[in-house]
């Protein structure tokens, strides 16, 4: 029995493969999407691909294009070409205004590009232009039930661009080595703080703002180091106001301890 079951198995699958490349070669169009949804029910989204590719042109303009040019549309996300996906989708939304698929096309459109945004660390261009078009989707169907989705994507997009934010604001910190330095990394973490009120990354952006400003002022000239040194004071406070018992308590405790030496000579001096 097993092997009759296995000879029979054997036998559709030339059969099948022998019809997909009659396909391939056929000049039937009709014939060819067969075949291209055929292969796309089966999960065989490349066949299916090669297909639609073959027969998209000529059915432009004609009745069924709809169809067609749906999983045309989804073979390319199934394969996870998503810029191609992404056209696909855009182009079949514009041209099919009143397609039952119209709200799921677009949706699919936009999580391309959420597919297609990078890690945290690379340009985020296509961030960017996720997020843009997730929150056209959601301004457009704001009853979908595709929001909670899209609002996930978009949450996620948000919180990479914030990453990406801080990282840079750290990095001239980190990096800094000159008192200009200390003052373009103090700028960056402040507007951090001020863009990203409700962030994670808070208490370490605050200590890295308190760092700076200390090094900031005790490499000030003379005439601008007493107002400095009361700003970096000021910084601590504010990150111990934030969380009592920081992570960067020692560290920060130790840039107070210098801040009030340094700030002693003023007070003896009045």
């Known amino acids: 029995m097993k092997k009759v079951l296995s000879s029979l198995l054997l036998v559709l699958t030339l059969v099948s493969c022998s019809e997909y490349q009659k ?6 169009a009709g014939f060819k999407s067969k075949v291209a949804e055929q292969k796309y029910n089966e999960g065989k989204y490349k066949k ?10 000529a059915y432009k303009g004609k009745p069924n294009a709809e169809r067609i040019f749906y999983f045309y549309a989804k073979s390319y996300y199934e394969t996870k070409q998503y810029y191609l996906a992404g056209y696909r989708f855009e182009n079949f939304v514009a041209s099919y205004p009143k397609s039952e698929k119209r709200e799921e096309a677009a949706f699919l459109a936009a999580e391309c590009y959420y597919r297609l945004s990078p890690t945290f660390s690379l340009d985020q261009v296509d961030t960017n232009k996720a997020l843009e078009k997730l929150q056209a989707f959601v ?8 929001l909670p989705k899209a609002n996930e994507y978009v949450q996620d997009l948000n919180e990479k661009l914030e990453e990406k934010a801080f990282e840079i604001a750290k990095q001239y ?16 973490l402040e507007n951090f703080i001020e863009d990203y009120p409700g962030t994670k990354y808070k208490e370490e952006a605050m200590y890295y703002r308190l760092d700076s400003a200390y090094k900031m002022a005790i490499n000030s000239v003379p005439q601008k180091k007493e107002e400095r040194l009361n700003y970096a004071k000021s910084a601590y ?22 801040i009030e030496k340094e700030l002693q000579q003023y007070t003896n001096s009045n």
Do not use: C
Request: aromatic residues 12%.
């Open 48 to 57: 299916a691909l090669r297909l639609y590719e073959q027969i998209a042109p």
């Open 139 to 146: 301004d457009r169907y704001p009853e979908s039930e595709y």
């Open 23 to 28: 396909a391939l070669k056929s000049e039937d």
């Open 237 to 258: 406070n504010s990150l111990i106001k934030f969380k009592t018992e920081t992570e960067f308590k020692e560290k920060a405790d130790d840039i107070l301890a210098s």
């Open 173 to 188: 910190h980190l990096l800094a080595d000159y008192r200009y330095e200390y003052n373009v990394a103090l700028k960056a």
